[in-house]
């Protein structure tokens, strides 16, 4: 048994918090009321709108998840466009916005449950040789779900696409529209010279570092790292190190405690704008494409009805990598062999849907230390492991290994 001086105490009748002596018996119960009282903080007034069969909008966005949160937010912004966005899942729920917590989406409905089918050469230690992708089927998608690392690309891929005729993907363009959508709120980053200029501040989406306490032995492993020329630096996103070779505390998309996603970061200010509608569990099952090739709306269905909807100017697929290229295939568009022999009538021959997914590596790989970790009993006793937390409870993820 131990004791605190003070904590936190919050019952179902105060209006602020106060601090008093405690053991920790009661320190533990108090605890799990100020959990409960801070859901007040984390609520939202987001409620799904209502539209009717045959309404037009000169955008629909099929996909409210990373990037369709983004680009309804952006497109809004004209007062002139009237845009709507369809999402297949519901809003996220209260715990979504708890680092950590996130990740007991998975395999519920929040989570579109995609399962990987045993190739015979990858993940053959598992069991199955299948794989559990989570993909996020909620507003904010994947970047609720996601593990919230904030981790640019590199130049040299962009030049790639560049140089493949695409002239908006270059290293600068890239960098410029980085800026604008960043809002670094790590002071120690900021102030450094070799990193500050590498982030902006004024954007939408709010970066930092977990506030935690660092036991020594993450400082070993970082050099660990180092001593086998993976050189430890500061920040593996600076322009500088071009996230190659490097190690280094990560930057995460969360900041004060909570996940900033794309739901938070960009779809609720927008969400009171009066061009902009958004509606929850909406499966999108057509692009509808006239005899110019040119898609005029979308078939979805709302509350068990299915309807068309109809657009002016564009139909955007933001349904992730697996969903966008299944809903082209589901809409005549793909390669015509493939879908003429899953009886679908193809509109547009495209050999390429489908094709070329890729999926980041992940690596594990185990440490052994051959003293303790902690420098005293009492750390060893408030360990995590020894504590019996949940899992998702026990290490946050500290830093980030770029080779």
Same mark, same amino acid.
């Given at each position: 048994?131990?004791?605190?001086?003070?904590?936190?105490?919050?019952?179902?009748?105060?209006?602020?918090?106060?601090?008093?002596?405690?053991?920790?018996?009661?320190?533990?119960?108090?605890?799990?009321?100020?959990?409960?009282?801070?859901?007040?903080?984390?609520?939202?007034?987001?409620?799904?709108?209502?539209?009717?069969?045959?309404?037009?909008?000169?955008?629909?966005? +099929?996909?409210?998840?990373?990037?369709?949160?983004?680009?309804?937010?952006?497109?809004?912004?004209?007062?002139?466009?009237?845009? #709507?966005?369809?999402?297949?899942?519901?809003?996220?729920?209260?715990?979504?916005?708890?680092?950590?917590?996130?990740?007991?989406?998975?395999?519920?409905?929040?989570?579109?449950?995609?399962?990987?089918?045993?190739?015979?050469?990858?993940?053959?230690?598992?069991?199955?040789?299948?794989?559990?992708?989570?993909?996020?089927?909620?507003?904010?998608?994947?970047?609720?779900?996601?593990?919230?690392?904030?981790?640019?690309? %590199?130049?040299?891929?962009?030049?790639?696409?560049?140089?493949?005729? *695409?002239?908006?993907?270059?290293?600068?363009?890239?960098?410029?529209?980085?800026?604008?959508?960043?809002?670094?709120? *790590?002071?120690?980053?900021?102030?450094?010279?070799?990193?500050?200029?590498?982030?902006?501040?004024?954007?939408?989406?709010?970066?930092?570092?977990?506030?935690?306490?660092?036991?020594?032995?993450?400082?070993?492993?970082?050099?660990?790292?180092?001593?086998?020329?993976?050189?430890?630096?500061?920040?593996?996103?600076?322009?500088?190190?071009? @996230?190659?070779?490097?190690?280094?505390?990560?930057?995460?998309?969360?900041?004060?405690?909570?996940?900033?996603?794309?739901?938070?970061?960009?779809?609720?200010?927008?969400?009171?704008? @009066?061009?902009?509608?958004? +509606?929850?569990?909406?499966?999108?099952?057509?692009? #509808? +494409?006239?005899?110019?090739?040119?898609?005029?709306?979308?078939?979805?269905?709302?509350?068990?009805?299915?309807?068309?909807?109809?657009?002016?100017?564009?139909?955007? %697929?933001?349904?992730?990598?697996? *969903?966008?290229?299944?809903?082209?295939? #589901?809409?005549?568009?793909?390669?015509?062999?493939?879908?003429?022999?899953?009886?679908?009538?193809? +509109?547009?021959?495209?050999?390429?849907?489908?094709? @070329?997914?890729?999926?980041?590596?992940?690596?594990?790989?185990?440490?052994?230390?051959?003293?303790?970790?902690?420098?005293?009993?009492?750390?060893?006793?408030?360990?995590?492991? *020894?504590?019996?937390?949940?899992?998702?409870?026990?290490?946050?993820?500290?830093?980030?290994?770029?080779?």
């Amino acid at each position: 048994m131990f004791h605190l001086k003070t904590h936190i105490k919050i019952c179902a009748t105060d209006t602020c918090c106060s601090t008093t002596p405690c053991s920790s018996a009661e320190l533990f119960s108090s605890t799990l009321k100020l959990i409960a009282a801070a859901q007040c903080c984390l609520t939202d007034d987001f409620v799904s709108d209502e539209i009717k069969d045959k309404d037009c909008f000169d955008f629909i966005i +099929v996909g409210g998840g990373t990037s369709g949160n983004v680009l309804a937010n952006r497109l809004s912004e004209v007062k002139g466009w009237n845009v #709507l966005l369809l999402e297949a899942g519901p809003k996220p729920p209260i715990f979504g916005s708890i680092p950590q917590l996130s990740r007991n989406l998975a395999r519920t409905k929040y989570d579109w449950n995609y399962v990987t089918e045993n190739n015979h050469r990858t993940s053959q230690a598992l069991k199955t040789g299948q794989v559990t992708w989570v993909r996020g089927k909620l507003l904010g998608g994947s970047s609720v779900t996601n593990a919230g690392f904030y981790v640019k690309g %590199l130049k040299p891929d962009y030049q790639r696409w560049a140089d493949e005729g *695409n002239p908006s993907w270059t290293p600068k363009n890239i960098f410029k529209y980085e800026r604008k959508a960043e809002s670094l709120q *790590n002071e120690a980053l900021k102030n450094n010279p070799l990193i500050g200029k590498n982030y902006g501040s004024n954007g939408q989406q709010v970066l930092n570092r977990y506030n935690t306490t660092r036991i020594p032995v993450h400082n070993l492993i970082l050099d660990s790292w180092d001593s086998i020329g993976i050189k430890q630096v500061e920040d593996t996103n600076s322009e500088v190190y071009n @996230n190659r070779g490097y190690c280094s505390p990560a930057v995460f998309t969360a900041a004060d405690g909570i996940r900033y996603d794309t739901y938070r970061s960009y779809l609720l200010p927008a969400d009171k704008r @009066n061009n902009l509608k958004i +509606v929850t569990e909406a499966f999108v099952s057509k692009i #509808l +494409v006239d005899e110019n090739k040119k898609a005029y709306g979308v078939e979805v269905t709302i509350n068990g009805t299915k309807i068309q909807l109809f657009v002016s100017k564009e139909v955007i %697929l933001a349904a992730g990598a697996v *969903n966008s290229p299944h809903l082209l295939l #589901l809409s005549g568009i793909g390669p015509k062999n493939e879908l003429e022999s899953k009886n679908v009538s193809c +509109v547009v021959d495209l050999p390429a849907v489908g094709r @070329n997914l890729q999926d980041h590596l992940r690596i594990i790989v185990p440490i052994y230390g051959d003293r303790s970790q902690y420098d005293n009993r009492n750390e060893r006793k408030c360990a995590p492991e *020894n504590v019996r937390l949940p899992f998702w409870l026990r290490d946050l993820p500290t830093a980030i290994l770029a080779v």
